[in-house]
């Protein structure tokens, strides 16, 4: 059985549960917390990740695989959550490099500083900034999806399974999706996909 070293809190972790959800593989959890530093000990990062971050999955045989869209790409292949064009996959992974590179960093930051950490932590000041950015990549997103029910060609993919995780979540940032419909109507359509988890198990 696979081991997913996870946290609830985590998008990046949640983007794994609930692929491995619909794909109907089974997995067991451990649970790290987010500031404890649990995933800094020398055995985590001796045996699990040098890099100190979750999600890592840990295959049978005892390999590790971190970085969530990199575990994405490996679960999807050979599914109908990767495409067989090669058009398609390509874009599937620029909408995966884009959820990393300008959307996670903004999207996700402002959940973390409104929900993890204390109402008088500095990093308040950063929201303004994060605010922008975050809704400068989802109005990339409605642009896309107001003319399509999902990123890449007609089928839900992992590029959508990427972006939802913290996009469904964003008015935990105090980002305001009622501007986006399209985003709306999207998120609707992934929820209602078989084997379908929330992100939170009290949801």
Known sequence: MYTLHDNTESGNAYKVRLLLSQL???YRTIQYGVTDGSTRTPEFLANINPNGRIP???FP???CLAESNAILYYFAQDT???PSDRWEQAEVMRWMFFEQYSHEPFVAVAKFILTMLPADS??????PTLH??????????EDRLRDHDFLVGDSYSIADIALFAYTHVAEMGAFDLSR???IRAWIGRIKGTPGYIPMYPED
């Not at 922008?132 to 997103?141: P, Q, T, V, W």
């Open 80 to 82: 109908d959550f990767f």
């Open 56 to 58: 890592v999955v840990e």
């Open 24 to 26: 109907g593989l089974p």
């Open 180 to 182: 986006y419909p399209a």
């Open 122 to 127: 500095p990093r308040r000041a950063e929201i």
């Open 61 to 63: 045989d005892g390999r």
């Open 132 to 141: 922008e950015k975050g809704y400068a990549a989802l109005k990339i997103m």
